[in-house]
T-cell receptor, first 111, second 113 residues
Framework: EDKVVQSPLSLVVHEGDTVTLNCSYEVTNFRSLLWYKQEKKAPTFLFMLTSSGIEKKSGRLSSILDKKELFSILNITATQTGDSAVYLCAVVIQGAQKLVFGQGTRLTINP | DADVTQTPRNRITKTGKRIMLECSQTKGHDRMYWYRQDPGLGLRLIYYSFDVKDINKGEISDGYSVSRQAQAKFSLSLESAIPNQTALYFC????????????FGSGTRLTVV
């Protein structure tokens, strides 16, 4: 059974802190890993990772994939209250082209 | 206009009623998906469709059915709603390779009482 596990499930930090969110996976046929941010309703796309060791960066957010150890991390530096959201990790299954999601990490940034 | 539109946005229905959730897209994508989201469980796949004639069950299809009326339209039906189908439902689309990720609709919050 394909499985994606995120940790921690919940995290509360102060504005300005740096956070690291984790995503590990066990799937039959890996194609790529996606990170999404979900604030109110629809998840919005952050990153797609396909190759190991290549960091993707967008402003204060960055992410990297380790295909040998089967995990990815999402880093957010100098956090702001607007970063408060649920962060979802999902793996695209090759062939089926469907997403398998982790449970999500609820991140709360306090001023 | 949104790329992926779901209707209704919110719905309360009674146990045993039939209900349909609708999804339409202007992305021109072949692939469409229905997910449900429950607290602490992430998003789980109900059904997905690669084109009008190709419908596939996801991990939690029991109690649901779908119809792909056209490339742009994919509807989800609950034949006889039950309370544990109370959830947030998302429709999503992707291109044939999923290269650019998935585009999600804004969701339908369904409550079954």
């Amino acid at each position: 059974e394909d499985k994606v596990v995120q940790s921690p499930l919940s995290l509360v930090v102060h504005e300005g802190d740096t956070v690291t969110l984790n995503c590990s996976y066990e799937v039959t046929n890996f194609r790529s890993l996606l990170w999404y941010k979900q604030e109110k309703k629809a998840p919005t796309f952050l990153f797609m990772l396909t190759s190991s060791g290549i960091e993707k960066k967008s402003g204060r957010l960055s992410s990297i994939l380790d295909k040998k150890e089967l995990f990815s991390i999402l880093n957010i530096t100098a956090t702001q209250t607007g970063d408060s959201a649920v962060y979802l990790c999902a793996v695209v299954i090759q062939g089926a082209q469907k997403l398998v999601f982790g449970q999500g990490t609820r991140l709360t940034i306090n001023p | 206009d949104a790329d992926v539109t779901q209707t209704p946005r919110n719905r309360i229905t009674k146990t045993g009623k039939r209900i349909m959730l609708e999804c339409s897209q202007t992305k021109g994508h072949d692939r469409m998906y229905w997910y449900r989201q429950d607290p602490g469980l992430g998003l789980r796949l109900i059904y997905y469709s690669f084109d009008v004639k190709d419908i596939n069950k996801g991990e939690i299809s029991d109690g649901y059915s779908v119809s792909r009326q056209a490339q742009a339209k994919f509807s989800l039906s609950l034949e006889s709603a039950i309370p544990n189908q109370t959830a947030l439902y998302f429709c999503a689309t992707s291109d044939s390779w999923g290269v650019y990720g998935y585009t999600f609709g804004s969701g339908t919050r369904l409550t079954v009482v």
